[in-house]
């Protein structure tokens, strides 16, 4: 039987918008912005281990997508910053929650894999980064 075409199995929603926030850097990036807005350098300083390439990547997608904008900052004479868009802004609550359960669950998931690795299974690359527990945001 030959494969149905995208105008007969249309792209879930939900797996549309999973794909969009699902990238490495898109969250870091929604998440910073939550303060308010920034020039691509404040960003770029926030985001520990983004390039420049990505960086800019990952926002140009993220304005594609609507969630964030970029416009004249308001206190300069003539920078330009990024900001959330109301969409991108309604995003805000669930990726607290979800930054904030990252920092609370981070030491269990650490030790499943740990558990996982010395149990023989076939494992990805190793995550060398660790949390600190004062960076953890307020529920």
């Known amino acids: 039987m030959g494969k149905l075409s995208d ?17 490495k850097w898109a969250l ?26 990505m ?3 990952t926002l140009k997608r993220l304005e594609r997508d609507g969630l964030v ?7 300069s004479g003539g920078g330009l910053a990024y900001h959330m868009t109301s969409l991108g802004e309604e995003m805000g609550v669930p990726l ?12 269990a998931i650490l030790a499943a894999r740990a558990a996982h690795d010395r149990a023989g299974e076939d494992t990805l690359a190793p995550d060398s980064s660790v949390l600190d527990a004062d960076d953890r945001p307020d529920a």
């Not at 105008?7 to 990238?23: F, G, Y």
């Open 7 to 23: 105008q007969q199995n249309p792209p879930c929603p939900v797996h549309t918008v999973i794909e969009c926030l699902a990238d």
């Open 28 to 53: 870091h990036i929604l998440y910073g912005l939550q303060g308010g807005p920034q020039r691509f350098s404040q960003l770029r300083r926030g985001i520990p281990g983004v390039s420049q390439k």
């Open 55 to 57: 960086l800019s990547r």
């Open 69 to 75: 904008a970029r416009g004249p900052l308001a206190d």
């Open 96 to 107: 607290k929650g979800l930054v904030v359960w990252a920092y609370d669950h981070a030491d």
